[in-house]
């Protein structure tokens, strides 16, 4: 039999019709027939009732819940004005280094500049930066990643992510991707004003109905931070989402859903009582609060090309 998991916890990116930068984006159109899908299969969830479940130890009751990644402008000019006319609340976890700091954080550069440039030209960019500002650096082509860091990469996206994220300091990596984003793209300003969320669109959203949660300041992967560092990313995007939405935040979100014993600390210590990773998971129980599994908008119908009866099994 074709059914849907049991929890149906779906994530968004890019939500777009067209846009003069190449990104891996979900149509307008697909998103639309997407919530219709699911509308029709199943119950929506409602993110006050699964706080109250979660805080008094109580099954979750079968149904499917939208979260939308990063705070893109689409959450505002397409999601969240969908989801009004359906009468459903999703939860936004926006990056704020764009908000605080005027600057595009590297994940969203990164992606940006392997959609728009010739993969072997962006490469040998870094290779040359490295090599004119670091001489002792002893690499002359990327290397190989020892594993998968995302699963729908290929192997020479993920080659130069695991390179970025992994093998470079985190400094340098930032520095050395902004400087080549802002020559071949464009500068950060003009950037965020195109494409991300507005503090005012956040606080509207927020009057009506939509949920949002913390997703660090600059979108590192937690796992290689030390604990300050973790703390920081972690409680300083939880107190700024509050300060803005005048309202508490209870919901978290792992930058590229990876997370550590560490980070669930924190967050123990904190008011949150739910946080997501990007693993293809059917776990929404009080027991794993905090490293809630969702699927990718790409597995699901009408996007995705599996059977429903194969989507039950690809979290296991």
């Known amino acids: 039999m074709n059914r849907l998991p049991t929890h149906c916890v779906i994530f968004y990116h890019y939500i777009r019709k067209t846009s003069r930068y190449k990104v891996h984006a979900l149509s307008v159109d697909s998103f639309e027939r997407e919530v219709d899908f699911l509308l029709d299969n199943m119950p929506p969830l409602d993110p ?60 969203n550069q990164l992606q940006v500049l392997v959609g728009n440039m010739e993969f072997e030209r962006l490469t040998e960019l870094i290779m040359h930066l490295l090599s004119e ?53 464009t500068d ?30 600059t979108h590192p992967y937690l796992t290689i931070c030390d604990k300050d560092i973790k703390q920081r990313e972690i409680l300083d995007s939880i107190n700024f989402i509050e300060d803005i939405t005048e309202s508490k935040s209870s919901f978290f979100c792992y930058p590229y859903g990876h997370y550590d014993h560490g980070c669930i600390e924190i ?40 059977k429903l009866s194969d989507l039950r099994f690809i979290g296991t």
Not at 61 to 89: C, I, N, P, Q, W
Not at 189 to 214: A, P, R, W
Not at 271 to 298: I, L, M, Q
Request: charge should be positive; hydrophobic fraction near 35%.
């Open 48 to 107: 006050d009732e699964v706080i109250h479940c979660v805080k008094t130890r109580k099954k979750i009751r079968k149904g499917f819940l939208l979260t939308f990644d990063d705070g893109f402008k689409e959450h505002y000019d397409v999601a969240y004005k969908y989801l009004k006319t359906k009468g459903l609340s999703g939860i936004f976890f926006p990056n704020i280094l764009p908000l605080i700091e005027s600057k595009v954080p590297l994940a």
């Open 133 to 185: 500002r670091f001489s002792r650096f002893s690499f002359s082509e990327l290397p190989k990643s020892p594993y998968y860091i995302k699963r729908m990469d290929n192997n020479r996206i993920n080659d130069l992510k695991y390179f970025l994220n992994f093998t470079l300091p985190w400094k340098i990596s930032q520095d050395l991707i902004n400087d080549i984003f802002n020559q071949y793209i």
């Open 188 to 217: 950060n300003g003009s950037f965020i004003h195109e494409n991300f969320l507005t503090l005012e669109q956040i606080k509207e959203m927020s009057d009506n109905g939509m949920v949002f949660g913390g997703h660090t300041v």
């Open 267 to 306: 967050l123990k210590n904190s008011e949150v009582e739910v946080a997501f990773t990007t693993a293809p998971d059917n776990n929404f129980h009080y027991k794993s609060k905090f490293n809630v599994g969702r699927y990718d908008t790409v597995l699901l119908p009408p996007v995705s090309k599996f």
